[in-house]
């Protein structure tokens, strides 16, 4: 048994099958033995958690981070850090909003040479179907994409066009053929449209400042349409699909059935889904602004059940930041703001504080924040999991402790929130990655020492 450099060690320790007192033995990076908590060497590091919990290392499968291109929206310096700060040790970054877009082998290795040396935390990048791109996507599996995702509606930006059905099934075989899972944004066109034109060409009395005008341009029909889609897709093609960032209660049925008669479907919601309600939104309050949008009370309440029951697998940040002047907050208008919710640093707190409320414990937290995002994305042999032969990558946390979230205490590069001033439960202490403290409480480690992970 190899000496260890460093252990962890605590009262509450997060393992596969408990939570107990114990202790984590790291050599070269990796967990090599957990033992109860009295049994430790003397000749190494020991770092006491305490009656805090130790929990595997977190892993967010969805942010954008927008470098190179758009790196005045968001950096990896800026959000690996932040990342650091919000217990997490992994995210994998989308392939758009970065200019060009992971759609092309070539896309990928900008973003590669753009993220090298700048990482704090481990980095993954997901691959991009649009319409035309069937002969890339093998080259972009060979360099190492964990998967790929598309739009089913426009995106928001020019150069990640959405699919169709018929790109879909020219794409799907080859994906198939790669093993390769595709994400999905999850909004087809055709509800939203048909809502736009019974709003009529220009109406006068819409008010775009008033966030029901938003939230009746995104009809749950939508969401509910594309769905549907992917289930028939997926279960023709025998694929492995995942819908991304789901909103609509009215799909979920959907989804439970899918899942009982065995389709490869799972789904992801994001904290803001979970804890705000559209009842509770102030008119101009852009900071709100995502799609698919922030929906009724009743229907976060569905959704904390399809968690609690495994229709939804997980919860990741979909960290979209944007320049705080894209948000139009002076106008307050709605249908023109950028949509998207920069929460990277608080997906933890945000979901604990609610979390608990339901109900919902402290395992149920390590599955949706760890364990499935690092199945979805091929790494579950190394990371999501505080057991041995896995990277050690281990965050210690405070559920008691709470705070106020103060947007000068986001190390997102931009800081307008919707969460601030809200009061959450959960503080994370430090973070360890690969057995190196890269976060203590508000101190970084002085050098990024964040992987690429081409897996
Ligand atoms: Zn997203």
């Known amino acids: 048994m190899p000496v260890p450099e460093i252990i962890i060690r605590g009262q509450r320790v997060v393992l596969p099958d408990s939570i107990s007192p114990a202790s984590i033995h790291v050599h070269n990076g990796t967990i090599t033995r957990i033992s109860s908590y009295d049994d430790v060497t003397s000749n190494c590091e020991i770092v006491e958690a305490e009656s805090s919990i130790v929990m595997p290392g977190l892993v967010d499968s969805h942010v954008h981070i927008n470098e190179p291109g758009r790196t005045d929206w968001e950096g990896f310096a800026t959000a690996t850090r932040a990342a650091a700060a919000g217990g997490v040790t992994t995210l994998v970054d989308m392939p758009l909003n970065s200019i060009p877009p992971t759609t092309t082998a070539e896309g990928l290795k900008a973003k590669v040479d753009a993220a090298r040396g700048q990482c704090y935390v481990d980095v993954g990048f997901w691959g991009g179907v649009v319409p035309g791109n069937t002969s890339e996507l093998a080259a972009l599996m060979k360099e190492g994409v964990v998967g790929f995702k ?19 099934r020219q794409a799907l075989p080859e994906l198939v053929r790669l093993g390769a899972v595709l994400i999905v944004h999850a909004e087809v066109p055709g509800p939203i449209e048909k809502r736009a034109r019974s709003a009529g060409p220009s109406p006068t009395n819409v008010r775009p400042a008033c966030y029901r005008t938003f939230l009746e341009s995104r009809p749950r029909a939508a969401e509910n349409e594309a769905v549907g889609l992917m289930i028939k897709l997926c279960r023709e093609f025998r694929a492995r699909i995942h819908i991304v960032h789901h909103s609509s209660a009215d799909a979920l049925p959907l989804l439970r059935e899918a899942r009982v008669t065995g389709v490869s479907i799972t789904a992801e919601t994001c904290p803001h ?14 900071e709100f602004k ?23 697998d997980m919860v990741v940040s979909d960290h979209s930041p944007c320049p705080p002047d ?13 949509g998207g919710i920069s929460s990277l640093q608080l997906r933890l707190p945000a979901t604990w504080t609610h979390a608990q409320r339901r109900g919902h414990s402290i395992k149920d937290l390590a599955r949706w924040l760890c364990q499935a995002p690092a199945a979805l994305v091929g790494l ?4 999501g999991a505080i057991s041995v032969g896995r990277d050690a990558d281990i965050m210690i946390w405070n559920p008691e402790k709470e705070f106020v979230v103060e947007p000068d205490m986001l190390h997102h590069r931009h800081k307008l929130t919707p969460y ?7 503080v994370v202490e430090k973070t360890f990655l690969r057995g190196e403290k890269i976060y203590d409480a508000g101190e970084f480690a002085t050098k990024p020492r964040g992987l690429l992970l081409q897996v």
């Open 150 to 168: 598309c739009f089913l509606i426009h995106s928001g930006v020019e150069e990640f066009p959405n699919v169709t059905e018929k790109d879909l």
């Open 273 to 286: 889904y979970l804890v705000f309600a559209a009842e509770e939104i102030s008119d101009g309050a852009t």
């Open 290 to 312: 995502c799609c698919p949008p922030i929906r009724e009370r009743e229907n976060r309440e569905q959704l904390w059940k399809a968690l609690g029951d495994g229709t939804i």
């Open 326 to 338: 894209m948000k139009l907050r002076e106008s307050g208008d709605f249908l023109q703001a950028w």
């Open 380 to 383: 579950s042999g190394r990371k």
């Open 420 to 426: 601030a001033g809200r009061t959450l439960a959960g």
